[in-house]
């Protein structure tokens, strides 16, 4: 079946530190890959994407690089800020379906 | 930019009474979707539409939970009795291609 496993938090990091969130996948076919962020109170928000193998997608200083052959898409950025402070969703879609992971809760200290 | 719309934003409610939430998706978008959220969790497909027939409402709690997008624009999705294990946060989507725009969701807390 089709699946999106995240690393567990909550994650908690000094300002200005690297950040990495892991993201791994089981999927049938040629999945998109995304990540999502969501503030408190909010909907969530598209971060970034990469629709096939080797694509790296990348917003707001957030990386992400498409791994077919480990089937990860981590979520990378060099500095974190304080507004950073989010829960972070990776999520894959096959056909027309979407599958999330639980989340992952970033909070950046001053 | 065009963003997904949803209303009302929080909803209280007694449990056995009736609620229901309202989703315009962006404009064009074919696919919606309803998500439950429960706290501290990912997004749970409640329902699938694409244009205005359900093609995958499995999850649907078809009792109590219903969904409908007459014109394959707006959707609706109601509750009828709700239960305290309804409080939630329910999340509208809409795509178009391979990526889905999520709205603000509605937070419904039943007492």
């Known amino acids: 079946g089709n699946s999106v496993t995240q690393m567990e938090g909550p994650v908690t990091l000094s300002e200005e530190a690297f950040l990495t969130i892991n993201c791994t996948y089981t999927a049938t076919g040629y999945p998109s890959l995304f990540w999502y962020v969501q503030y408190p109170g909010e909907g969530l928000q598209l971060l970034l994407k990469a629709t096939k193998a080797d694509d790296k997608g990348s917003n707001k200083g957030f990386e992400a690089t498409y791994r077919k052959e480990t089937t990860s898409f981590h979520l990378e950025k060099g500095s974190v800020q304080v507004s950073d402070s989010a829960v972070y969703f990776c999520?894959?879609?096959?056909?027309?379906?979407?599958?999330f992971g639980t989340g992952t809760s970033l909070t950046v200290i001053p | 930019e065009a963003e997904v719309a949803q209303s009302p934003r929080y909803k209280i409610t007694e449990k056995s009474q009736a609620v229901a939430f309202w989703c315009d998706p962006i404009s064009g978008h074919a696919t919606l979707y309803w998500y439950r959220q429960i706290l501290g969790q990912g997004p749970e497909l409640l329902v699938q539409?694409?244009?205005?027939?359900?093609?995958?409402d499995s999850q649907l709690p078809k009792d109590r939970f219903s969904a409908e997008r007459l014109k394959g624009v707006d959707s609706t999705l109601k509750i009828q009795p709700a239960e305290l294990g309804d409080s939630a946060m329910y999340l509208c989507?809409?795509?178009?291609?391979?990526?889905?725009?999520f709205g603000p969701g509605t937070r419904l807390t039943v007492l």
């Open positions: 539409f694409q244009d205005e027939s359900v093609v995958d």
């Open positions: 989507a809409s795509s178009r291609a391979d990526t889905q725009y």
């Open positions: 999520a894959l879609r096959t056909g027309n379906q979407f599958y």
